[in-house]
């Protein structure tokens, strides 16, 4: 059964930093794209990043670039999320999620984490 | 950027009636469109992928169609369970979502 596992969130002042990490099983971890999308609360949802098989290949959305850095250890079958600067309009449940296609990189997310609440607030 | 509008924002809807729910692109997306189920307190879950294509376990009353700028999610006949948000998702270039339409029971 694959399991995504989000974990890291909490609450942060504005200007800081978290690390999400997000722990995975059930599936050839290392053979799949990865990526984060966010949910800010009552809202819809927003791609953030996302990260190839290798980790040689990273992705960012425009409002994040810069902030975020997306990584992955394939011997721990954990991709990472750090979170830098942060601001009020991160606040988001952050959910992982598992690319549908081995070996490759499709965009379309056939497994999902619960998610872990980022609040960024003062 | 590309902008996905999703319309009605709401559709409420009886158990065993058909639904019909729209996804407008922005600018052509060929075939590349998902479409995602979200209920209250859960993660999404991917029904159809490339406009048209089942995801695994899917139940065969969600079909999807369209391509370039237009697409459709149709339920043929809604189970209890189906109500729920739907989001449309492109990956023509970066992914992108639609705002959502709530299905509510009528």
């Known amino acids: 059964e694959v399991q995504l596992l989000e974990s890291g969130g909490g609450l942060v002042q504005p200007g800081g930093s978290l690390r999400l990490a997000c722990a995975a099983s059930g599936f050839a971890f290392s053979s799949y794209a990865m990526t984060w999308v966010r949910q800010a609360p009552g809202k819809g949802l927003e791609w953030v990043s996302g990260?190839?098989?290798?980790?040689?290949?990273?992705y960012y959305a425009g409002s994040v670039k810069g902030r975020f850095t997306i990584s992955r250890d394939n011997s721990k079958n954990t991709v990472y999320l750090q979170m830098n600067s942060l601001r009020a309009e991160d606040t988001a449940v952050y959910y992982c999620a598992k690319d549908r296609l081995r070996l490759g990189s499709s965009y379309y997310f056939d497994y999902w984490g619960l998610g872990t609440l980022v609040t960024v607030s003062s | 950027e590309v902008v996905l509008t999703q319309s009605p924002a709401t559709l409420s809807l009886s158990p065993g009636e058909r639904a019909t729910l729209s996804c407008r692109a922005s600018?052509?997306?060929?075939?590349?469109l998902a479409w995602y189920q979200q209920k209250p307190g859960q993660a999404p879950r991917l029904l159809i992928y490339?406009?048209?294509n089942r995801a695994t376990g899917i139940p065969a009353r969600f079909s999807g169609s369209g391509s370039g700028t237009d697409f459709t999610l149709t339920i043929s006949s809604l189970e209890p369970e189906d109500f729920a948000v739907y989001y449309c998702q492109q990956r023509s270039n970066w992914p992108t979502f639609g705002q959502g339409t709530r299905l509510e029971i009528k």
């Open positions: 990260v190839s098989i290798t980790g040689g290949s990273t």
């Open positions: 490339d406009a048209s």
């Open positions: 600018q052509s997306v060929s075939s590349y």
